[in-house]
């Protein structure tokens, strides 16, 4: 398993950007996929998007593409979300994952969570 820590999240307004960071510890992280989940309010926790683990694909909740980028570096152990153009409704914690044997759609795949950063989008 990998540790993982995110930071970046944060009040914006409606139409604003943020960018998320989840750092890795351990020497393992170039060999797991990647995603980000996010869990508003009295709602299960969902997929945002996913990277694999050298970073040529990616995958995206329809609720979040063509609005959100998700990206890695496998050297700094860090894989980034760009999320642009929010709206009230990507209030959420968010949390990233690591997974390496299933499937990076399904959440209970992955096997490593962050802690979680808040992101609260205002109208």
């Known amino acids: 398993q990998v540790q993982l820590v995110e930071s970046g999240g944060g009040l914006v307004q409606a139409g604003g950007s943020l960018r998320l960071s989840c750092a890795a510890s351990g020497r393992t992280f170039s060999m797991y996929n990647m995603g980000w989940f996010r869990q508003a309010p009295g709602k299960e926790r969902e997929f945002v998007a996913a990277?694999?683990?050298?970073?040529?694909?990616?995958y995206y909740a329809d609720s979040v593409k063509g609005r959100s980028t998700i990206s890695r570096d496998n050297a700094k152990n860090t894989v980034w979300l760009q999320m642009n153009s929010l709206k009230p409704e990507d209030t959420a914690v968010y949390y990233c994952?690591?997974?390496?044997?299933?499937?990076?759609?399904?959440?209970?795949?992955?096997?490593?969570w962050g802690q979680g950063t808040q992101v609260t989008v205002s109208s």
């Open positions: 994952a690591a997974e390496k044997s299933g499937s990076v759609w399904r959440i209970d795949d992955y096997d490593s």
């Open positions: 990277i694999n683990w050298i970073g040529i694909s990616t």
